[in-house]
């Protein structure tokens, strides 16, 4: 086991660490592993009590970490001390060195996508890079972020029946033959989104006949989500992002009610992230690991975007159907695209001003 | 000090001493909160995930009952409203036995909402002073604090009126009637800003229209008076309160009225959303006809609505109105039992249908979620039934201050 972890150690990028280091998180991981994980503050003061017997230190921080306050509000020196225990607990909980950065927001950007409808082939790269990248619960359930959508193109149909008659067709007033167009009996077309599905099952993309349709926080201006929320532990940031603080959620799901698109996940059960599986660049409110019981959503990758890197869904489209920016600068790929494509937003008429666009390019 | 405590003492142990048919009532309720605190561990411990409730239907049957308590609480001011705003004698003497309702169901709602609670342990950030408020944007912050003041203002009308019947004090504090009147104010109001947190919702098209507080209200009106009744029945026929034909006459006719309010208030909604039949109706067409073989809630809605029509038309007759033994009984029963499960199977789960993106789902409870949903009305008809009893205790003269130091 710990020549497993030892390998990945290594491979994991950025990671120094002495050997007797790593035999130390290892042994904590394990003591970890017995005691069913005190990861968040995982309530049950059994747990606490149960933790305080093996090591005091841990239970010491889990507490802590129950009474800590909202992040946006915590003195500096709160916030240090804060991603102090968390990079200490995550290290020993999942065995490898974890950085918790708190990278503030960047001055004078407002972060936008685009995303080219005509070229998606519907592969869901996105949807992998994006559970890989973000540390989402892997099994029982799997928790994604971008939910692709499988839609029939011309999903119309055409009939040549009744093409004269509207109901209700005899009327007792009389009908003077004039057809009530209201009423047709069959509508030309149908719903043109009719059997659309997001678990598609395919050998081979792009299926023939289908078009695709990728769907992940829209990163509204006006989110509904942040209004609702009652401890505002949903906030939108500088840069236009949305982004929770896991440890302040209180798991209302007012937001998700209130969201539109969908794009809001809920942790129902405790998260299922392997050791082996966990990506240690971590940022708070981004992909650190997530508790029982609280939301998550996509933050356009936030720890990588506050150092200037493109989100991982984008690095994973093999189309390039993926464009992402700054919308201040009118020199970014995003602005470029606004400037010169056919450009839609989702649900428009809900006022929420998303900043996540579709074009066909 | 020494009344309070005796007050207390002598509250507590006329509340649980009874007849045969009393305790096996509140034996009948113990089983199902020994049950419950088995299952309530298991959601403790292992999360919501436990529950049916998934990412396209997020409410589950706790917040679907915390709704229909709040009906109940709400109503339970049409018992006091009579007594103090128009003087009824005959319903300012039992009005302390609304209050009670009303407190008590309040706070099983408040229990319902700690189930469905992602993170109950956290639920200290809502605390003013230490918590961080959402204020003005978040409707349930207002309904959170509502819902504890509504509480508040009864335990206090409750057991301070209780007490000064206790130790035989004619004369209650000039603050008190204007503190009722605000109770009965404060009634509506927790209802509808409970509706306010459904219908703020843009994209819950069955939730965002602006008829939500009037079905609550006349929801309310219906179903808080047939269980009044029925407590109102049981009370006098074993206990020694004495509570007037008139009483029970004057809460069928707000029955009969709300019923009346609610057909026409569900009729203009179903008028609007199916007329146009747009976007905004596909919920309301998934409930009434099903989509695509999913037909969970058809027969259920169909139901639900005849027998709130049935319900109207029988109870304007004079003779089931009068039957006070036999058929108003059941008919009360039969509406609250309706206006019950109304909450989950029309007003909330087919509401979740179509999802953002058209996704139509059913709504499947589990057992440990049915068995929470019972241990919380277990817990709050045994806080209604032994309040009750003290206070009709209090109110017959049963137990005093005098007689308790008399006897020692």
């Known amino acids: ?361 | 000090m020494e009344k309070m405590l005796s007050f207390a003492l002598d509250f507590g142990s006329f509340a649980i001493k009874g007849g045969a048919k009393y305790y096996a009532w509140l034996l009948f309720l113990l089983f199902f909160v020994l049950v419950g605190s088995y299952t309530a561990y298991i959601q403790l411990t292992e999360g919501l995930i436990v529950t049916g409730a998934t990412d396209q239907i997020s409410w589950e049957l706790f917040i679907a009952n915390f709704i229909f308590t709040a009906h109940v609480a709400a109503a339970a001011v049409l018992v006091v409203a009579p007594g103090y705003m128009y003087k009824r004698k005959d319903f300012k003497e039992i009005a302390v036995l609304g209050e009670i309702i009303a407190m008590c169901f309040v706070a099983t709602g408040i229990l319902f909402i700690l189930f469905h609670m992602g993170r109950p342990d956290r639920l200290w950030h809502l605390l003013p002073g230490i918590g961080v408020f959402n204020i003005p944007n978040s409707m349930l912050v207002f309904d959170v604090i509502v819902l504890n003041v509504y509480l508040f203002l009864n335990v206090v009308a409750v057991f301070y009126l209780l007490y000064k019947k206790y130790i035989g004090s004619e004369t209650l504090g000039k603050w008190y009637t204007p503190w009722i009147y605000l109770a009965i104010a404060w009634g509506p109001l927790i209802h509808i800003c409970t509706s306010f947190v459904l219908s703020s919702n843009a994209r819950m098209f069955s939730w965002a229209t602006a008829v939500l507080p009037f079905a609550f209200l006349s929801m309310a009106g219906a179903s808080g008076p047939a269980l009044i009744i029925l407590i109102f029945l049981l009370v006098r026929k074993y206990t020694k309160l004495q509570i007037g034909d008139s009483v029970i006459d004057l809460l069928t006719q707000m029955i009969v009225w709300s019923l009346g309010i609610l057909m026409l208030v569900l009729g203009a909604e179903f008028f609007t959303a199916l007329y146009s039949s747009a976007e905004h109706a596909a919920s309301l067409k998934f409930n009434m006809f099903g989509h695509n073989g999913l037909d969970m809630y058809v027969s259920s809605f169909w139901i639900i609505m005849a027998l709130i029509v049935g319900s109207f038309f029988v109870l304007l007759i004079p003779a089931v109105r009068k039957s006070y033994n036999f058929l108003l009984p059941l008919v009360c029963l039969e509406i609250f039992l309706v206006i019950l499960v109304e909450k989950p199977l029309i007003l909330v789960f087919p509401a979740f249908s179509p999802s953002p993106f058209g996704e139509y789902t059913e709504y499947y409870p589990t057992l440990v979620e049915y068995f929470n949903v019972m241990l919380v009305w277990a817990i709050g008809f045994i806080a209604l039934t032994l309040v009750t009893k003290g206070a009709i205790g209090i109110l017959t003269g049963e137990v005093k201050y005098a007689k308790a130091s008399a006897s020692r």
């Open chain 1, 1 to 361: 086991m710990s020549e497993e972890r030892k390998e990945i150690a290594k491979v994991t990028e950025g990671v120094q660490e002495t050997r007797r280091d790593l035999l130390k998180y290892v042994g904590l991981a394990g003591a970890t592993a017995l005691m069913a994980g005190p990861a968040g503050a995982e309530a049950a003061a059994s747990a606490v009590s149960a933790t305080a017997a093996i090591n005091p230190a841990d239970a010491d921080s889990t507490i802590t970490e129950w009474l800590q306050g909202h992040y946006v509000l915590m003195s500096d020196e709160e916030k240090k001390k804060c991603i102090d225990r968390l990079e200490k607990r995550y290290s020993a909980q999942y065995g490898k060195k974890t950085t918790v950065s708190d990278a503030p927001p960047l001055e004078g950007v407002l972060f936008g996508y685009a995303l080219d409808i005509a070229k998606c082939i519907g592969c869901r790269s996105c949807v992998h890079a994006c559970v890989k990248e973000n540390n989402q619960s892997r099994h029982d359930p799997e928790i994604q972020w971008i939910q692709v959508m499988k839609i029939e193109k011309g999903n119309f149909s055409f009939s040549a029946d009744k093409l004269d008659e509207g109901y209700p067709q005899p009327s007792k007033f009389g009908d003077h033959g004039v057809q009530v167009g209201g009423n047709a009996y069959s509508p030309v077309g149908g719903l043109s989104t009719h059997g659309t599905q997001s678990y598609y099952d395919a050998e081979t993309v792009p299926e023939k006949d289908f078009f695709y349709m990728p769907v992940q926080c829209q990163q509204c201006e006006k989110p509904p989500c942040v209004k609702v929320c009652p401890v505002r532990a949903t906030f939108r940031d500088p840069n236009g992002i949305v982004l929770i603080d896991y440890n302040w959620c209180i798991g209302c799901r007012m937001c998700q009610l209130a969201c539109p698109y969908g794009a809001r996940r809920f942790n129902w059960g405790k998260p299922n992230l392997p050791s082996e599986e966990m990506n240690p660049k971590t940022h708070y409110f981004g992909n650190r690991p997530r508790m029982r019981g609280v939301m998550e959503k996509c933050t356009f990758c936030i720890q990588r975007t506050r150092e200037n890197r493109n989100p991982a869904c984008l690095e994973a489209c093999p189309v390039g159907a993926r464009k992402f920016g700054n919308l201040l600068d009118p020199e970014s790929d995003v602005r470029k695209i606004l400037a010169t494509k056919k450009v839609f937003r989702l649900k428009e008429e809900f006022n929420t001003f998303p900043k996540f666009f579709y074009y066909v390019g």
